[in-house]
Nanobody
Framework: QVRLVESGGNLVQPGGSLRLSCAVFGISLSAYNIAWYRQAPGRGREKVACSSRFDGTTYYEESVKGRFTISRDNAENTVILQMNNLAPEDTAVYYC???????????????????WGQGTKVTVSS
């Protein structure tokens, strides 16, 4: 059974940091592109960061560049999202997911065959 289990969400003050983890079970992480998405209350799902299975190439949504870092440990089957200088607009439920990549433009996107975790809640508030 394939499972992705996120952890690390919490309440944090603006300017603070959090480290989210995604433990992957049932598949080998090295065979998958992996992404973090988030969904804020009343808003659609947003792609935040991605990591390529081929060469570790990363993608970041514009608003998190320079603040968030995605990393992967294939030996431990774990993906990390390090989030620094958090702002209230980062408040959301964060999900990890396996994703495909468009060979034409390098865009990462989920397919019906991809896997999702259950999410971990991040709240940035003073």
């Amino acid at each position: 059974q394939v499972r992705l289990v996120e952890s690390g969400g919490n309440l944090v003050q603006p300017g603070g940091s959090l480290r989210l983890s995604c433990a992957v079970f049932g598949i080998s992480l090295s065979a998958y592109n992996i992404a973090w998405y988030r969904q804020a209350p009343g808003r659609g799902r947003e792609k935040v960061a991605c990591s390529s299975r081929f060469d570790g190439t990363t993608y970041y949504e514009e608003s998190v560049k320079g603040r968030f870092t995605i990393s992967r440990d294939n030996a431990e089957n774990t993906v990390i999202l390090q989030m620094n200088n958090l702002a209230p607009e980062d408040t959301a439920v964060y999900y990890c997911a396996t994703v495909a990549v468009d060979p034409m433009d390098g865009d990462y996107y989920p397919t019906p065959n991809d896997y999702w975790g259950q999410g971990t809640k991040v709240t940035v508030s003073s």
